[in-house]
């Protein structure tokens, strides 16, 4: 049991904030986000709640490079800090684009650190209609030398259109672990334009591996300048 929650503690650790997926940043342009997600603890039976914190950023460096960081902390359990450059790799493939991305950073689960690699290879494509639309899959590889094993991920992510400034998002996010299990969360949330570049993220994350169900409430800050 105690092998299985913390593989769960790490995989809840390798999601990440908000992603362009195969889309990269004009140059010049950048993108920050700021999220908290308050959900039921792994201990089911003491009924306590974890808090997981992540901020991302990415800048347009050049026209065909984006570089980002990705950060991410669980209380006093588990966290990563992951800096990423995006590369394109095809643009109108299967009606879409393709990206490469390139990370690494640092692990740490209770009080030790150890290095963070992640491949990851994305596609995306927008919708025509009112208020547009797109959708994101992201498929990633990450090992942590601390664990000593490797995660697969595969998420997605459809925004929906809308004609008002409220519009809703849909991001379902799979992790594999070494024994094959398979964790995965579904998060259905809406998204409030601001203005000045500014969204706020309302949604709710229901999260489930084997054994183990949690539901969470997450809040999040988005600024694009």
């Given at each position: 049991?105690?092998?299985?929650?913390?593989?769960?503690?790490?995989?809840?650790?390798?999601?990440?904030?908000?992603s362009a997926g195969a889309w990269l940043r004009d140059k010049g342009s950048g993108f920050l986000a700021f999220s908290t997600t308050a959900r039921e603890s792994a201990e089911i039976e003491m009924r306590?709640?974890?808090?997981?914190?992540?901020?991302?950023?990415?800048?347009?460096?050049?026209?065909?490079?984006t570089l980002g960081f990705d950060g991410?902390?669980?209380?006093?359990?588990?966290?990563?800090?992951?800096?990423?450059?995006r590369l394109p790799l095809a643009d109108n493939a299967l009606g879409g684009r393709f990206a490469f991305e390139l990370g690494l950073g640092a692990s740490t689960y209770l009080g030790e650190t150890a290095r963070l690699l992640k491949l990851a290879l994305s596609y995306?494509?927008?919708f025509s209609g009112p208020g547009g639309g797109w959708l994101a899959i992201?498929?990633?590889f990450e090992n942590r030398r601390l664990t000593g094993q490797d995660f697969w991920k595969l998420d997605a992510t459809l925004g929906l259109p809308s004609q008002r400034k409220t519009r809703p998002l849909l991001q379902v996010e799979t992790t594999t672990?070494?024994?094959?299990?398979?964790?995965?969360?579904?998060?259905?949330?809406?998204?409030?334009?601001?203005g000045?570049?500014?969204?706020w993220l309302l949604g709710i994350e229901s999260k489930h591996a084997p054994g183990l169900d949690t539901l969470g409430i997450k809040l999040g800050i988005w600024k694009s300048f």
């Amino acid at each position: 049991m105690l092998h299985r929650l913390t593989l769960v503690i790490v995989a809840c650790c390798l999601t990440s904030s908000a992603s362009a997926g195969a889309w990269l940043r004009d140059k010049g342009s950048g993108f920050l986000a700021f999220s908290t997600t308050a959900r039921e603890s792994a201990e089911i039976e003491m009924r306590m709640v974890d808090y997981e914190t992540s901020v991302y950023a990415e800048y347009g460096v050049l026209p065909k490079l984006t570089l980002g960081f990705d950060g991410n902390v669980n209380g006093d359990l588990a966290g990563h800090a992951l800096i990423f450059a995006r590369l394109p790799l095809a643009d109108n493939a299967l009606g879409g684009r393709f990206a490469f991305e390139l990370g690494l950073g640092a692990s740490t689960y209770l009080g030790e650190t150890a290095r963070l690699l992640k491949l990851a290879l994305s596609y995306g494509r927008g919708f025509s209609g009112p208020g547009g639309g797109w959708l994101a899959i992201d498929a990633a590889f990450e090992n942590r030398r601390l664990t000593g094993q490797d995660f697969w991920k595969l998420d997605a992510t459809l925004g929906l259109p809308s004609q008002r400034k409220t519009r809703p998002l849909l991001q379902v996010e799979t992790t594999t672990d070494p024994d094959g299990a398979t964790y995965w969360s579904v998060i259905p949330s809406l998204l409030f334009d601001r203005g000045d570049g500014q969204t706020w993220l309302l949604g709710i994350e229901s999260k489930h591996a084997p054994g183990l169900d949690t539901l969470g409430i997450k809040l999040g800050i988005w600024k694009s300048f």
